[in-house]
């Protein structure tokens, strides 16, 4: 049987080099505690691609010009009632202007 947890699992991708600092700040924030352990996070690397428009203001890549990026994706997971301060956490230590960031439910199995 399956109840709706308290918990939410946070994803975001980041380049490789700004990664540690991302990481340390969802830790910080209140991430990745579960249990008597904190800072739990996992991580996948992966390539991020994307197209700055006009009116963008990129920290990598030029307007109008495909750029690809080594990025990594951390995953770990959060109190809802924590949500609101990781994610303001994620955006001042992440480079982008506009970071991917996704919130899924989880759940319990009783």
Known sequence: MLKPSNYV?????VPV???AKVRQAMGQAGAGRQGNYEFCSGSIMQV??????VGAKP????IGKLALVN???????????????????????HPY??????????????
Do not use: N
């Not at 920290?59 to 030029?62: D, H, K, M």
């Not at 202007?97 to 009783?110: C, H």
């Open 9 to 13: 699992k946070i994803l975001v991708s």
């Open 17 to 19: 080099k700004d990664a």
């Open 48 to 53: 991020g691609r994307f197209k700055p428009t």
């Open 59 to 62: 920290a990598i890549g030029q």
């Open 71 to 93: 990025e990594e994706l951390i995953q770990t997971i959060c109190h809802k009632k924590l949500v609101k301060k990781v994610i303001g956490e994620i955006k001042k230590a």
């Open 97 to 110: 202007e506009e970071p991917a960031i996704d919130i899924m439910p989880r759940y319990d199995i009783i």
